[in-house]
């Protein structure tokens, strides 16, 4: 991927919606693309969440997952399992790399925002 400005301030808009996201709670990637008003680019949002590691302050990237709970950015993460780990640590389930109870933890920006 090719990246220029309009790509960069489109990641700068992801790291933002994705830093309030709360602690306990999850999105998708396309619930953050429709809240930017960019519909069709959750994998854009991906991207963006694969390239925040060094990000200050701080991108909770662990809280994006897809659109069915399923820990699909596990990879871009130190270990296969630190994305998992740190959801639960703050009091989600996981199991078998999806997020238990995924309709009650998750977070629409459109809705809280």
């Known amino acids: 991927m090719k990246y220029n400005q309009k790509t960069e301030n489109f990641f ?11 602690r306990g709670r999850v999105t998708s990637y396309g619930a953050i693309v429709n809240y930017l008003g960019t ?10 969440m694969n390239n925040c590691h060094r990000e200050v302050p701080e991108v909770p990237a ?19 399992e630190m994305m998992q ?13 999806k997020v ?10 459109i809705d809280e925002l």
């Open 12 to 22: 700068a808009d992801v790291y933002e919606v994705t830093r309030l996201i709360p």
């Open 100 to 109: 238990q109870d995924f309709q009650k933890l998750f977070w629409n920006p």
């Open 62 to 80: 662990h809280r994006v997952v897809n659109r069915d709970g399923l820990l699909t950015g596990k990879h871009h993460f130190g270990t296969p």
């Open 85 to 97: 780990q740190l959801l639960e640590s703050e009091g989600i389930k996981v199991i078998e790399d």
């Open 39 to 48: 519909k069709g680019g959750a994998r854009m949002v991906g991207w963006a």
